[in-house]
């Protein structure tokens, strides 16, 4: 597993706080941003995160809801919002990492509760 995936899920796992993992993302070169922003939207996406997650995600993320990342998220279908957030320029990056690990977070935990209950084969969800 890359160190970024670790990382994504340690904090959906609660193993890891948001702002350690922004001051990690924050250090990387913009196309590795760029790159992390992708992993974690098909992580979110692995997970099926909808509309509600997004707005729960949000709330959880910092981020203010009149910002540029927040105000896309909330809007449905969520899989096209997310395409639309990591889209978004460099300047906004930070912010939609915010919105989307936390919006990933919520989505897996309720996955985590459900479908992987008990022992799954994701190597994800079993970190040591
Ligand atoms: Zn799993």
């Known amino acids: ?8 899920n340690e904090v959906a796992q609660g193993g890891r706080a948001l702002d350690d993992a922004v001051a990690w993302f924050s250090s990387l070169e913009q196309d590795q941003q ?3 922003l992708h992993e974690v939207v098909r992580f979110a996406m692995q997970a099926n ?8 995600g949000l ?7 009149t910002m540029t990342p927040a105000v896309l998220i909330i ?10 957030v990591i889209n978004l320029p460099p300047g906004e990056y930070v912010k939609s990492f915010r919105v989307l690990v936390s919006v990933f977070a919520v989505a ?5 509760e ?5 022992s799954c084969g994701h190597a994800w969800h079993n970190l040591s």
């Open 34 to 36: 760029r790159a992390v």
């Open 108 to 112: 897996d935990a309720r996955r985590r």
């Open 49 to 56: 995160a909808s509309v509600e997650d997004a707005r729960e």
């Open 114 to 118: 459900t479908d992987c209950r008990g």
């Open 75 to 84: 809007r449905e279908p969520t899989v096209e919002q997310m395409g639309k």
């Open 59 to 65: 709330l959880r993320s910092g981020v203010k809801p």
């Open 1 to 8: 597993m890359k160190s970024s995936e670790r990382i994504i």
